[in-house]
């Protein structure tokens, strides 16, 4: 089969409007072309491996792009990104032993309350800056996350960071550039334990990833804060409602 047909170009798609959403939003790349190679019959190791591997050049390029465009901290960077690399490649290594599903419903009841933290901030009511004590925790425990649910380092650090008081534009540049490290663990880790296969999709969903990377760096730095905001807040509220659902339901 040609690498260049239909479902080639569903993958590049599926990147494209992922990274869109990733660079602009500071998360959801993962969350969003995970959930539909699952969808697709995919197992939750390979999905996680091929999405990871994706990543490591999407979040690259989008790295670049916040960095240029004066988006990223780079004090929060590092204090996020060395234990955000420890903790991903621990979750990698233990995705085959761990049963994800099981704790994913409390991952989502936390990120609920973020929502509505960052809502209430995005309609108008003032929430004081304060800088987050435990980067390095929260930089762990979002590498952990992401490594075994496929997705989550953009919506447990974005999401906290902002419904802290950060800024939009600086918070959501710094959490994309720091996860390029973060995402190079991880593939690292999945490379040497599960193996890496499903190459056409790996780079469908890079090259969409890699086009859209600048545009959506471009975006954050020009659209208005209160409106990323707001679209942040439905994002993770919308998913976590979803996700707490269906685990209720199951």
Request: glycine share 14%; proline share 3%; no cysteine.
């Amino acid at each position: 089969m040609d690498l260049i047909d239909s479902h080639f170009l569903m993958f590049v798609a599926i990147g494209l409007g992922a990274q869109l959403v990733d660079g602009a939003l500071g998360m959801a790349f993962g969350l969003v072309s995970s959930s539909i190679l699952l969808a697709m019959g995919m197992p939750p190791a390979a999905v996680s491996a091929s999405v990871h591997t994706a990543e490591v050049f999407t979040t690259g390029v989008s790295g670049a792009a916040h960095g240029m465009l004066g988006n990223v901290d780079r004090r929060l960077l590092l204090r996020l990104a060395v234990p955000g690399v420890v903790g991903g490649a621990i979750g990698a290594f233990a995705l085959s032993r761990v049963d994800g599903a099981a704790i994913k419903p409390w991952i989502h009841a936390y990120l609920l309350v973020l929502a509505l933290l960052i809502l209430v901030r995005a309609l108008g009511r003032r929430i004081p800056r304060r800088e987050v004590r435990r980067v390095g925790v929260l930089g762990f425990v979002s590498g952990l996350l992401d490594a075994i649910g496929g997705g989550g380092w953009g919506p447990m650090a974005t999401s906290t960071l902002l419904a802290n008081g950060g800024e939009a534009r600086t918070s959501i540049g710094t959490v994309s550039a720091s996860e390029f490290p973060v995402t190079l663990a991880i593939s690292i880790t999945f490379l040497f334990t599960v193996g890496l296969e499903h190459w056409r999709i790996i780079v469908g969903l890079l090259l969409g990833g890699v086009i859209a990377a600048p545009l959506a760096a471009l975006l954050v730095r020009h659209v208005r804060e209160r409106l990323v905001l707001l679209a942040v807040g439905l994002l993770v509220l919308g998913i976590s409602v979803y996700q707490i659902y269906r685990a209720l339901a199951g």
